[in-house]
Nanobody, 124 residues
């Protein structure tokens, strides 16, 4: 089993930045892909970003490309999401996920473990 705990969410003004962290425990996720998803009120959970086991080939949703950056530190069993130039439409609960496969994916169903989420609120 893998437990994922997100942190770093909060309230920020439009144009500001936040850095989310997701710490894994229970087993090493160094050989697993990691992803970030988000869910706004009344909407489905959507893909935000993902990264392969090695940290290569980061993938981003078009809505965040150029503003968000995903990275990982396998020694710390942690993945990060740096969010810059935040917009009110980025307001959502952000979830970290991992899949027991080395290469990333955009589909929620391909991820095996999920965190509880962290709230990000961007005010205009």
């Amino acid at each position: 089993q893998v437990q994922l705990v997100e942190s770093g969410g909060g309230l920020v003004q439009a144009g500001g930045s936040l850095r989310l962290s997701c710490a894994a425990s229970g087993r090493s996720v160094s050989s697993y892909a990691m992803g970030w998803f988000r869910q706004a009120p009344g909407k489905e959970r959507e893909f935000v970003a993902a990264i392969n086991w090695s940290g290569g080939s980061p993938d981003y949703a078009d809505s965040v490309k150029g503003r968000f950056s995903i990275s990982r530190d396998n020694a710390k069993n942690t993945v990060y999401l740096q969010m810059n130039s935040l917009k009110p439409e980025d307001t959502a609960v952000y979830y970290c996920a991992t899949r027991t496969f080395g290469y990333s994916a955009r589909k929620r169903s391909l991820y095996d473990y999920w965190g509880q989420g962290t709230q990000v609120t961007v005010s205009s």
